[in-house]
């Protein structure tokens, strides 16, 4: 009984991060930047990445309260591309399955997460510099790369080698 309640104490009390730690693996985040549509975004923005159009890469939100509200970034007004990964210990499911399964549960920590992050920068209408990073779920990474590169005619530039082989 008391592994029970425990339990339910330690999934309530991660429930919140583990919902905020990364986006679904085919959708992306707005995760920051400088587009005015979600101005005063406390946390990323989840939604979806439409690359299907040869002229912009488009983003359109579905998370509350920007649900609708969407971004277009013309390629041919791009400047720079810039990847990179975020890499981490799951240390409060580490935390959780030791409560519930004792020593057992610190095999959790063997595990990694990661979160891949491109960076745009771009021009608006007004020819002003703006800036969009966008978290990309882990499916939809090597499709989305190669695609934002190949139209935009920008190399994209790689933080580490780590996140030029995830793309690879």
Partial sequence: MKRVI?????A???????????????????FGGTVEAFNGAKDP???KLDTASVAALGFTANDKPFVG????????????LEFGQKVGRRVGAAIGYSILL?????????SKKKNHYLTIGFKDGDDKDQVAVIEL????????????????????TYQDDDAKKSVK
């Fill in 6 to 10: 425990a339990a339910a104490i330690v």
């Fill in 12 to 30: 309530t009390m991660l429930a919140p991060s583990i919902a905020l730690a990364s986006v679904g693996s085919k959708n992306a985040a707005y």
């Fill in 45 to 47: 923005v989840e939604g």
């Fill in 69 to 80: 509200k969407s971004m277009s970034i013309p390629y041919d007004k791009i400047i720079d």
């Fill in 102 to 110: 004792g020593p057992l549960g610190l095999l959790t920590l063997f």
């Fill in 137 to 156: 779920g882990k499916d939809i990474v090597r499709s989305t790369i190669p695609i934002v590169e190949t139209r935009s005619g920008k190399k994209v």
